[in-house]
């Protein structure tokens, strides 16, 4: 199961990082701006989500261990962190 999440995640974080790389060269030639910044603003949550969970199963499915209970809190601890992060600085009111 942890191994077809990784693969999915794999996808849609290189289909959600390639979107982002092509929107950008869109926004730096100012073509279609308007729907690349509506882009860029609306999907950059997913983005990190598939980022946060694609990097952390290869971290444990790498360091995985029979007999290891604190390896999945050592790591997903953290990225839980980072991902409420990013929530927080994306819906802070006045940026």
């Given at each position: 199961m942890l191994s077809y999440l990784h693969k999915l995640s794999a996808v849609f974080f290189f289909l959600f990082g390639s979107s982002f790389f092509f929107a950008y060269i869109l926004l730096r030639n100012k073509v279609w701006t308007k729907g690349v910044a509506?882009?860029?603003?609306?999907a950059d949550l997913p983005f990190v989500f598939s980022a946060v969970i694609y990097g952390g199963l290869s971290l444990y499915l790498g360091l995985q261990s029979n007999d290891s209970k604190m390896l999945p809190w050592m790591i997903w601890?953290?990225?839980a962190a980072?991902?409420?992060l990013v929530l927080l600085?994306?819906?802070w009111p006045g940026a």
């Open positions: 509506i882009w860029m603003q609306t601890t953290p990225l980072v991902f409420g600085v994306n819906f």
